[in-house]
């Protein structure tokens, strides 16, 4: 495990989950900004799928968020199938749950532990998939070259038809 990737990975996934809460900070790279900007233009657009989502997680998954977080993510990607676009969806479905969470009374710490799990996973079990892709440079790659395309680009539909996939994926993991 390349101790710099998850690390990495650690810094989006808790300014993320920060930013999902409301934490005003500055983002401590590109790649975390380009994923406040992503997953929240994601969370924009597909608001509704989102909150129901994490409405049916958190009935069904009892105390263990994070366990069944990681659950959730080997399911996403259970096809052998990982993209920027799951990526996103899994962040932005991660940011809402830890909002929602937050919003029932529950610490900034049990938040922050859903960021590890991500971590963990991206960084960990998913490592050679970002190593292939260039870790989070190619993400922010990833996310220039969509900010780039026009608003009805193929760049914007691609992102959106994986990141459908992924809240596809979440919905039928968590309503079965």
């Known amino acids: 495990m390349s101790p710099r990737l998850k690390s990495e990975t650690q810094a989006v996934a808790e300014d993320y989950i920060n930013y999902s809460l409301g934490i005003q900070q500055t983002p401590p790279s590109e790649p975390a900004q380009a994923m406040r900007h992503l997953a929240k233009k994601m969370e924009r657009q597909y608001h509704l799928k989102f909150q129901s989502l ?23 990607v259970g ?54 892709n260039d870790g989070w440079e190619g993400f922010r790659r990833f996310s220039s070259c969509a900010a780039e395309m026009n608003q009805e680009s193929s760049m914007k539909t691609a992102l959106f038809a994986a990141a459908g996939v992924g809240i596809a994926g979440l919905t039928f993991l968590l309503v079965r």
């Open 54 to 76: 994490s409405e049916a997680f958190l009935s069904s998954c009892g105390t263990d968020t994070s366990a069944c977080l990681k659950k959730v993510m080997e399911e996403l």
């Open 79 to 132: 096809d052998g199938t990982l993209n920027w676009g799951r990526v996103v969806s899994l962040f932005t479905f991660t940011g809402v749950l830890a909002s929602d969470l937050h919003s029932r009374g529950e610490s900034r710490e049990r938040c922050r532990r859903l960021a590890e799990t991500i971590a963990d996973y991206l960084g960990g079990e998913k490592q050679a998939w970002l190593k292939e």
